[in-house]
């Protein structure tokens, strides 16, 4: 079941435009287990091998195989109630990280969904203590966090469930970047919409 699971949020993933071919990561705790996908996995193409079993707070023989980004997820796991965590570099999410220290959509479901949501900023941006030292107390108030220049981390109770926000924040992002570039106020249609940046 956990395997499925995996291969379909990873084919999906991939299908949606949200990591390269060899790009992101997935990862489910058991207890003190973690189940995550191999170093330099194919997320479209996972089998059962590609998923490496691993301790949550000691390091054993599959440690050697698994994704580079444990160590963030690792930390998500200790300092959040997350079951599943997704990583993946949606273009847009990325984009407009690399100009905002908070991503505040405007559209009607990233509104209700997200909120808003922080990025992060690390000189090491892959698979350090620095990122995980960053995006993990995030990810103990919000569902997603970007990494600037890098992409985002998202939690759930299961895959699916930290999919779905990593697919609202990518949709939510190419709507914020196509009103960027018209360059035109909005009309404001939601209520409260003047304490979305504050949530």
């Not at 991939?14 to 287990?33: E, K, Q, T, Y």
């Not at 990583?87 to 505040?104: F, W």
């Not at 009607?108 to 960053?134: C, D, F, K, W």
Request: net charge negative.
């Amino acid at each position: 079941m956990r395997y499925e699971e995996f291969a379909l949020v990873g084919r999906d993933l991939f299908a949606s435009g949200l990591i390269s071919s060899h790009g992101g990561n997935l990862s489910v705790r058991m207890g003190d287990r973690v189940l995550i996908t191999r170093r330099g996995a194919m997320l479209a193409h996972l089998t059962d091998e590609d998923i490496i079993e691993t301790g949550l707070h000691k390091n054993d023989s599959g440690v050697a195989l698994a994704s580079s980004e444990i160590i963030v997820h690792r930390a998500i796991y200790r300092q959040t109630n997350a079951l599943a965590v997704v990583h993946a570099h949606p273009l847009c999410a990325v984009t407009l990280s690399l100009y905002q220290d908070t991503l505040v959509p405007v559209d009607s479901e990233g509104s209700y969904l997200l909120h808003q949501v922080p990025v992060v900023a690390a000189a090491m941006t892959i698979g350090s203590e620095e990122v995980a030292s960053l995006v993990a107390p995030v990810l103990a108030s919000y569902r997603v966090v970007v990494v600037r220049g890098h992409g985002s981390f998202a939690v759930g109770q299961f895959l699916e469930e930290a999919w779905q926000w990593t697919s609202a924040l990518e949709a939510s992002c190419q709507i914020l970047y196509r009103v960027k570039l018209l360059g035109q106020p909005i009309k404001e249609y939601r209520q409260q919409s003047e304490n979305y940046h504050t949530w």
